[in-house]
């Protein structure tokens, strides 16, 4: 089975389940860094006690134009390497995707439109509203994302060996 995540502090989970998919979000909280760190550990670990043999985390991409601090990079790249190390741990593979290589399939587009002010809410909203389209329920933006993680890891491993054209733009060339 396929565990998918969207890291931070506000984690948003998606796994296959026997009724579909099981979403939730769970929050990293701690006094310090470190703790933040090992309720993430914690976390995983529960997370992994199932049978889960790939996890597929969403790549964590600063956003671009956005200052952001040294402390949040820190406690983002942070919960990565723990996730990761966890995973290690108790032998599942780790897969990375960057949010355009998932939101493309499932939200159809992998960036807002120009001329939207907040492209980052916008992308949140949309997989919200693609969520619910699907018939997902999910409480949130973190759930909502995890929730199309997991979708492309599916389509990702039903498309698996599948014959493919290389070059598909020069058909009839």
């Known amino acids: 089975m396929l565990l998918a995540i969207d890291p931070g502090r506000s984690l948003g989970f998606a796994s296959e389940h026997s009724r579909g998919i099981k979403t939730g979000v769970q929050s ?14 914690q976390w995983m670990r529960e997370a992994l006690m199932g049978p889960i043999h790939e996890v597929i985390l969403e790549a964590p991409i600063l956003p671009h134009g956005k200052t952001v601090s ?3 990079r820190l406690v983002l790249f942070g ?15 780790v ?8 939101r493309k399939p499932f939200l159809g587009c992998a960036r ?3 001329g939207v002010k907040d492209g980052r809410a916008w992308l949140k909203a949309r ?43 020069r058909l009839g060339a």
């Open 28 to 41: 990293l909280t701690g006094s310090s860094e470190g703790a933040v760190f090992l309720a993430a550990r």
């Open 79 to 93: 919960i990565r390497a723990h996730l990761i190390a966890v995973a290690h741990e108790r032998n599942v593979s």
């Open 127 to 169: 997989a919200l509203e693609e969520c619910r389209l699907r018939g997902f329920d999910v409480s949130g933006p973190d759930e909502a994302e995890a929730a199309g993680i997991l979708v492309w890891a599916q389509g990702r491993r039903s498309n698996h060996g599948q014959q493919r054209d290389l070059f598909p733009d």
């Open 70 to 72: 040294i402390a949040s």
């Open 112 to 114: 807002a439109p120009r």
């Open 95 to 102: 897969t990375e995707v960057e949010p355009a290589k998932w």
